[in-house]
């Protein structure tokens, strides 16, 4: 079973850094792309970064780019959100999740089958 726990949430100020973290358990983590997406209540998910697992291709939203870093740890299977001066617009919830989308949808939501629960990130000014 296909299962994915993000954890590392919490509330930084502004200019500090945060390190979420993404542990997948039931697949192969080279066959997978996983990605960090966000929410605010309301608004629909938006992508944030994702990481293929079979090559480590990247994306990053322009807005976190020089910010924030994603990376993997095939033998623990986990990936990293790391948030460097984080702004408060950055604050929502978290999201994990993997999929196997083409390099060209590499950031659609609706590419990624499976999600893990959220973890709120707040950022204080």
């Known amino acids: 079973e296909v299962q994915l726990q993000a954890s590392g949430g919490g509330l930084v100020q502004a200019g500090g850094s945060l390190r979420l973290s993404c542990v997948v358990y039931g697949f192969s983590f080279e066959t997978y792309t996983i990605g960090w997406f966000r929410q605010d209540p309301g608004k629909e998910r938006v992508p944030i970064s994702c990481?293929?697992?079979?090559?480590?291709?990247?994306y990053y939203k322009d807005s976190v780019k020089g910010r924030f870093t994603i990376s993997s740890d095939s033998a623990k299977s986990m990936v990293y959100l790391q948030m460097n001066s984080p702004k408060p617009e950055d604050t929502a919830i978290y999201y994990c999740a993997a999929g196997r989308p083409i390099i060209s949808a590499i950031s659609r939501s609706s590419m990624y089958g499976y999600w893990g629960q959220g973890t709120q990130v707040t950022v204080s000014s």
């Open positions: 990481i293929a697992g079979s090559d480590g291709t990247t």
